[in-house]
């Protein structure tokens, strides 16, 4: 199990993103590993040129840059902000094998990473907007 450096109970997590004003499903999708319904989150369609953070803690994810439109309904990107932003695990869930995604810092689920993305990394980032903030620039 790892252990991430920003550690709070579900009530003290509940809170925050509620003080933050983040949608309700944020905190099942964070904590919990819900996955938001294609083509309903915020950012699928956002084209602002910024940066996609952690709706827990803040971290810096995915710049815009990186962001393009994979078909799939949910906000995709080529490549994560920094090496350190985001850290990945196998989901044996739903009756397949997965690699989710999570917060490096507070260990929030953002979604799954696939091999079928475009240049130069052949990866699709699959976020949920209930995952991220937006910071533009």
């Keep these: 199990m790892t ?12 809170a925050e993103l509620k003080a933050k004003g983040a ?28 940066t996609y953070t952690c709706i827990c803690c803040g971290k810096d994810l995915f710049a815009s840059k990186t962001k393009y439109d994979s078909g799939t309904g949910w906000p995709s990107f080529y490549d994560p902000i920094n090496a350190e932003a985001v850290g990945t695990k196998v989901d044996k869930g ?37 995952s991220l903030d937006f910071k533009p620039e």
């Design 3 to 14: 252990i991430y450096k920003i550690q709070k109970s579900d009530d003290q997590w509940r």
């Design 23 to 50: 949608e309700p499903l944020a905190f099942d999708v964070t904590r919990h590993e819900a996955t938001e319904r294609a083509f309903t989150g915020k950012y699928a369609d956002n084209k602002q040129q910024g």
């Design 94 to 130: 739903f009756w397949s094998t997965r690699t989710e995604v999570h917060c490096s810092d507070c260990g929030a689920h953002l979604g799954h990473v696939f091999e079928d993305g475009p240049a130069p990394t052949g990866l699709r980032y699959c976020m949920n907007s209930a």
